[in-house]
Nanobody
Framework: QVQLVESGGGLVQAGGSLRLSCVDSGRTFSRYTMGWFRQAPGKEREFVAR????????YNGDSVKGRFTISRDNAKTTTYLQMNSLKPEDTAVYYC???????????????WGQGTQVTVSS
């Protein structure tokens, strides 16, 4: 079973950077696609990025491509989201998720972390 714990959120000024981490305490991390989603107040949960077990990546091209980078370290059972050139509209709770063969839809992910708050000030 996958158990996910995010960290690395916080308050940053516009233009700054943060790196989110998601540690999986389960035993089958390397078999899962890992994703990052975010949810701002009053808005629906939004796909940010995902990475397959073999390292294939996909991003929400409209909002984060070119600024955010997803990566994973299977030996450390950890997924990362490097966020650069942050904007106030990136403010949200960021969630890590795991799913077998998952892609951009949140319904494809069976395990979720508790979320970590990212706040970008202007």
């Amino acid at each position: 079973q996958v158990q996910l714990v995010e960290s690395g959120g916080g308050l940053v000024q516009a233009g700054g950077s943060l790196r989110l981490s998601c540690v999986d305490s389960g035993r089958t991390f390397s078999r899962y696609t890992m994703g990052w989603f975010r949810q701002a107040p009053g808005k629906e949960r939004e796909f940010v990025a995902r990475i397959t077990w073999s390292g294939g990546t996909r991003y929400n091209g409209d909002s984060v491509k070119g600024r955010f980078t997803i990566s994973r370290d299977n030996a450390k059972t950890t997924t990362y989201l490097q966020m650069n050139s942050l904007k106030p509209e990136d403010t949200a709770v960021y969630y890590c998720a795991a799913g077998m063969g998952a892609d951009v839809n949140f319904s494809g992910y069976s395990q979720w972390g508790q979320g970590t708050q990212v706040t970008v000030s202007s």
